[in-house]
């Protein structure tokens, strides 16, 4: 990676705040198994066995505090490894690291190249046994992206969704262009339908059956809920009383109120929805949510399609 650039920013931060942390958290619960200390969230906890527990920031303090009684120069490896968590410099954190380590009475050993081949393989394989299978587009996009830039770089590399397509950059002049114009417009694609991925997808699919029956008894409220202002906990006592769009067409604003508890409030945003004499309703208002249900549902096809061409990039990264 070019030096400064902002895909090594971002990388490094992010290694410090998973990896980085996580090392720190092992160090932490080690000394806290040697000095037999019990802190409050642990009852019930094997240490022995689950000894890279997250710590959360006022846990570490207390265990921070507790070295300070018994040894300074513990004290000191333990809280320096702390501050280099934060920054975003690798080389401090790894210095830090093999510090915190040696005061701590652990031995960090080092990887010889061909393990560490090995490991690499056999990740990059597992990675495209899960990507064969995978359904969801954001996680075939993701895991196509890392197996072809493992299969580019004698790297491997692990990153969120949202730094992903920061590697496309170094795929060009090594892939076809009209790869690397696929994987931009399937990301174009996740972006811009966010979480209406998951809707597209439990409508093909069919989803679990209870789900689609709850959010069936309600599905025109829900669909107007935000237009309207209805609240979330307002849709959930309706489903809790049992009741479906076709009792709301029947019901009215004292039966909310006084045999639901519902609020007044949402009780008259409730009986506007159903009957659309809303003053927030209006044909233009229809018209807009119907055209924005068909290009989400659009987009959610032209990136259903593209799902067999990256699966297929990441099954065969040398073409």
């Excluded at 114009?181 to 209406?196: F, V």
């Amino acid at each position: 990676l070019a030096e400064d650039s902002d895909l090594e920013i971002a990388l490094k931060t992010y290694l410090l705040k998973t990896l980085g942390n996580k090392a720190l958290d092992i160090l932490l619960n080690n000394e806290l198994l040697y000095m037999q200390l019990d802190l409050p969230g642990d009852a019930g906890v094997d240490l022995k066995r689950n000894f890279a527990k997250d710590r959360s920031p006022q846990e570490r303090k207390i265990i921070l505090a507790a070295l300070s009684k018994r040894n300074a120069e513990l004290h000191s490896g333990i809280k320096n490894l702390m501050l280099a968590v934060k920054s975003k410099d690798t080389g401090l954190y790894l210095t830090s690291l093999t510090v915190a380590a040696s005061v701590c009475s652990l031995r960090l050993k080092k990887i010889d190249n061909k393990k560490l081949r090995n490991l690499a393989f056999n990740i990059r394989r597992a990675m495209m046994g899960k990507l064969e299978a995978e359904e969801d587009p954001r996680l075939v996009f993701q895991y196509t992206v890392l197996i072809v830039h493992a299969q580019m770089s004698t790297g491997l590399l692990h990153l969120p969704l949202k730094m992903t397509p920061m590697l496309l950059a170094l795929f060009k002049d090594k892939v076809t262009p009209d790869a690397i114009t696929a994987m931009k417009r399937a990301y174009e694609l996740i972006e811009n339908l966010g979480d209406d991925i998951k809707e597209g997808k439990a409508a093909d699919s069919g989803g679990g059956e209870e789900e689609n029956a709850m959010e069936g008894k309600l599905k025109k409220l829900r669909q107007k809920a935000k237009q309207f202002g209805i609240k979330e906990s307002t849709i959930e006592t309706l489903l809790n009383e049992d009741m479906d769009d076709d009792d709301l067409e029947d019901i009215t604003e004292e039966d909310l109120i006084d045999d639901m508890g519902i609020p007044e409030s949402q009780a008259k945003l409730v009986v506007a929805a159903i009957s659309g004499e809303g003053p927030d309703e209006s044909k233009s208002q229809k018209v807009e949510v119907e055209e924005a249900e068909d290009e989400k549902a659009r987009l959610r096809k032209e990136l259903s399609e593209l799902v067999p061409t990256l699966k297929g990039m990441g099954k065969n990264p040398k073409d």
